[in-house]
């Protein structure tokens, strides 16, 4: 059985390994071996499958990440002009397959959809299409207890049940583009864990995700530290955790990968500049020692020697209202306290943060400046000034609906729904900002891919980063500006951010002819 996985790639500059279909392969082929034959196609890499290939095939399988449906449109069109008689099973996955199931089907009334993860119902769909003839397989799909699929059948829309899938029977992903990500500097993934111990974010897609359930899953850890073995072998040297929640419920779990990835190192398995990025909760940094577990830190400093280079952390806010609106466990206080522990630790850092939202206050947009100039953040290379992303899926939809706040159709390829602003200040310095923001943003967000992924050297890593960082503080500059103006009575449209334009305009010149 020949199988084609397409992973249409990002619509930014940055490369992003494309894990999903790599599990998928690797799910088939364990499960199948040499019954199946998969090809992936990665499009920043291989470009996308010919109509021949896509007619050689006996399924196609479509990852669809955001921004993806100009490509997956063009790929059906490629399908569609195939022969009834021999025309591969098309069937889409990922992000907006997961929260547009819907949309998708209404688009594309031939496909199978499959929400969430993909590992087990792909390949029980393949196993099927291998038992039953190629009329009939459509009949007793049905019938045949796959989970976490929708189609159409005469009869209508089916629906399965959605299940989370068994971690510790699924092997590592298949990664036929290594060598070409790291030469391109691209983002390697490895993962250690799905789900998040807290769960409860109401802008956070991942309960739906992960079949409505707060659910932290692990993977075993001799099966991460082997995959961190090869993916050195292979040259990588920088590999972006996809966790959720890295440390999670078990920080005794997290102590234990941590030496076992020392101890490889030691023994010359894992290169010594090899270095990781985790995704954690402030709580997971905070959390103190128990009777069962180590304290946060304990686990942060065994990291920092297995290569822990730099840690994501979700702040969100610095207005404790809208942390509240987003139901985030963490005040403040105990951000601010995170944040000096690994900047004591010298660690780098990657923050997660929502400025502007349609409840906020003029005061809270004031507050969330304050924030940033006193925990030191000004000069961070992240892009601090984001706007919520009121994402399919999550339980701020439902309560914007309940509050008249959501002011259209959801935007399939973008998983977000438009809505409306509470404040009439609010929304025109963010229009105001947002307009201004737009002229660079192509270019700073190629400057932001180059300090990313497989970057050859630390230094220049922080080099590029110091470079965005100064950018992104004149960015403050402008945006504190515009709200100091709007608080004394003014009118955002008329104000003159022509000098920030000018110093902005000159840095991003200087960084792009020294590091592009
Ligand atoms: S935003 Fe982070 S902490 Fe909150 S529910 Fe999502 S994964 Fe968990």
Known sequence: MQIVLVDPGSSREEINEPIGIGMIAAAVEQELGTRAHVSQYFEPITGLPTSDEIR?????????????????????AKWKLIQPEIKPVLVLGGVIATFAPESLLSEFPEAIVVIGEGEEAFTLLVKLMQEVSREHWREVLGEASIPNLKFRTTRGVVSTRRKNVDLSKYPAPSRPFLKQLVSLGGIVRAESSRGCSYGRCTFCAIQHKYNDKIEWRVIDVPRIVQELCELSAAGVRHPYFTDEDFMGADPTRALSLARAIANEKDRGNISG??????????????????????????VLTALQEAGLREVFVGIESGAGEQA??????????????????????????DIGFIFFDPEMTLQEAATNL???????????????????????GTPLVDDYQQKNLIAGPLDVDQLTFPYRWRSTQVESVHEVFRAWEAIEQESI???????????????????????????????????????????????????DLSKFSRRRGDLVCMALEKFL
């Open 56 to 76: 050689q095939s006996d399924v196609i399988g479509i990852s669809t990440p955001l921004g993806s449906l100009r490509t997956v449109r063009g790929l059906v």
């Open 273 to 298: 500049d090899f270095s990781l990025y985790v995704d954690m909760r402030v709580a997971s940094i905070l959390a103190g020692k128990t009777a069962h577990h180590p304290s946060g830190v304990t």
């Open 324 to 349: 509240k609106r987003y139901r985030k466990p963490a005040t403040t206080d105990r951000n601010l306290r995170a944040l000096q522990i690994l900047r004591r630790a010298g660690l780098s850092m």
């Open 370 to 392: 304050t924030f940033l100039r006193s925990s030191g953040l000004w000069f961070h290379d992240a892009r601090l000034t984001k706007e919520v992303r009121l994402e399919a």
């Open 445 to 495: 967000y190629r400057l932001q891919a180059a300090t990313r992924g497989e970057v050859p050297t630390g230094t220049q890593r922080q080099e590029r980063r110091e470079a965005l960082g100064t950018i992104r503080a004149v960015e403050l500059d402008a945006l504190e500006m515009l709200i100091t103006l709007t608080q004394q009575g003014g009118d955002p449209l008329t104000v």
